[in-house]
């Protein structure tokens, strides 16, 4: 059996993120290059966002480039803008085709105007689609995003609007995932333990799922497999395992 198989489609998470790690090694262990790294995790993306697609999720977050990543080489900063340019142009169409909408989260006005006007014609041209929506995290960090929605409410109070105790949700309300469900499941490849400045308020109750894969490596079955895992799970919030089962049984009743 195929873990595709063993999918209960009943209970897919509604959203997945994931942190693409391991280009570099890749590379390395080929004798190659850390930018042929990069060139082949694109079809690693091709693949996942098929499978999300294919099975139904509805967002799918990829971290594509953090605000700490600025700190490597220029020359591999530039070809890592440049795949994003040629992929984003090249594989446009097939978003067309599968009903899939562009959105992006992160500070991309701090990319070049190149990516920034290849980016906002892909989000426009998609914007009508209403299948998976697909989420590339650019120039991103979760402090940032926590601090540009202080920065938001600031403002808001500076401009007298109407001030009511801030509540979680109306925190959320200022990030940048605002009309996002948080992720039900978090997916890191290349044996990392860490979240790296991703998603920190959303992933308050996240499941973590870490893999071995590098990811140039990683296919359709492995993004099965991390949700077969992720259905195996027992989410109890805080709550007792006891008391998930008699909310089942009074369900069942
Ligand atoms: C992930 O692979 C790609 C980005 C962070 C942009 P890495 O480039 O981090 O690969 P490793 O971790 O060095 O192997
Ligand atoms: C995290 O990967 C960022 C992206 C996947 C875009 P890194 O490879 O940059 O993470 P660290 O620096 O090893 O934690
Ligand atoms: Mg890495």
Redesign the pocket.
């Known amino acids: 059996m195929t873990y595709k198989e063993k999918i209960d489609t009943g209970r897919l998470p509604a959203h997945i993120a994931v942190i693409?790690?391991?280009?570099?090694?890749?590379a390395k262990r080929k004798g190659n290059q850390?930018i042929f790294?990069?060139k082949n995790?694109v079809n690693a993306v091709r693949e996942t966002v098929e499978a999300a697609a294919e099975t139904g999720i509805r967002y799918l977050t990829l971290y594509?480039?953090?605000t700490e990543?600025w700190k490597r080489p220029q020359r591999e900063v530039d070809a890592?803008m440049s795949l994003l340019v040629s992929s984003l142009h090249d594989e446009t169409p097939t978003l067309m085709k599968n009903n899939i909408r562009l959105m992006t989260i992160g500070h991309t006005g701090g990319l070049s105007d190149h990516v920034g006007r290849q980016l906002n014609m892909t989000i426009a041209k998609t914007a009508g689609n209403t299948g998976l929506k697909l989420i590339l995290a650019l120039n991103y960090s979760g402090r940032w995003e926590i601090l540009r929605a202080i920065d938001l409410i600031k403002a808001d109070m500076e401009a007298g609007k109407p001030q009511e105790a801030l509540t979680e949700d109306i925190f959320a309300g200022y990030l940048q995932t605002r009309d996002i469900p948080d992720p039900e499941l978090l997916i890191r490849t290349?044996g990392?333990f860490r979240i790296s400045n991703f998603l920190l308020w959303q992933i308050a109750y996240t499941e973590l799922y870490f893999t071995p894969v590098?990811?140039p490596d990683f296919k359709k079955e492995d993004f099965y497999q991390a949700i077969v895992d992720f259905q195996q799970r027992e989410r109890r919030f805080g709550k007792t395992s006891e008391q998930l089962h008699q909310y089942e049984q009074s369900q069942n009743q």
Do not use: K, Q
Request: hydrophobic residues 35%.
């Open positions: 693409m790690d391991g280009n570099g090694r890749w850390r790294g990069h995790g594509a480039f953090s990543n890592l290349s990392e590098l990811w």
